[in-house]
């Protein structure tokens, strides 16, 4: 499948938010969050959030970068999701290249939760390290894994 990946607009939310709506990141985070719409929004608004378009022009997937989000420094990944029926064909994968490509840094960081163990593996398997854990985070009895990507600078 060809997939174009470009700046989000509100126009996109809803295809954001259903992309979101069938994932353990939606079961454990959003799915009682009431102000879910403003929250992309603001999202949007920011510059934030960028989509992945297939060729007939809907969008599948995003991802939410805060590009001075960790330490007020470091891109953090705040937020990422692809349509159910879209997963296991590399849209993931694509999206969170263009999150290193387009971030002007040699450092990433995000966060997981610990109960999402796929979302683990798929960043692992991506380059990125677990350096820690913040217990009680989010929600309680859920710890967040912190994860990290150092690339070496070209040259």
């Not at 353990?24 to 985070?29: E, F, G, I, N, S």
């Not at 590399?90 to 990433?108: C, K, T």
Request: hydrophobic share 40%.
């Amino acid at each position: 499948m060809k997939v174009h990946i470009c700046l989000g607009t509100r126009a996109h939310r809803e295809s954001c938010i259903r992309a979101l709506h069938d994932s353990a990141l939606w079961d454990t985070y959003f799915s009682d969050l009431p102000m879910i719409d403003d929250m992309f929004d603001r999202g949007f608004d920011a510059k934030e959030i960028h989509v992945a378009v297939n060729d007939r022009g809907e969008c599948i997937g995003y991802i939410w970068v805060a590009r001075g989000g960790c330490f007020a420094h470091f891109p953090y990944l705040r937020s990422f999701a692809v349509e159910k029926g879209c997963r296991n064909q590399g849209i993931g994968a694509g999206l969170l290249r263009y999150f290193e490509e387009v971030s002007s840094s040699n450092r990433f960081f995000l966060l997981v939760s610990e109960l999402n163990e796929t979302a683990q593996r798929f960043y692992e398997r991506h380059g990125y390290t677990p350096v820690g854990k913040v217990p009680n985070l989010f929600k309680n009895g859920i710890s967040e894994i912190i994860l990290t990507k150092h690339v070496q600078p070209a040259g």
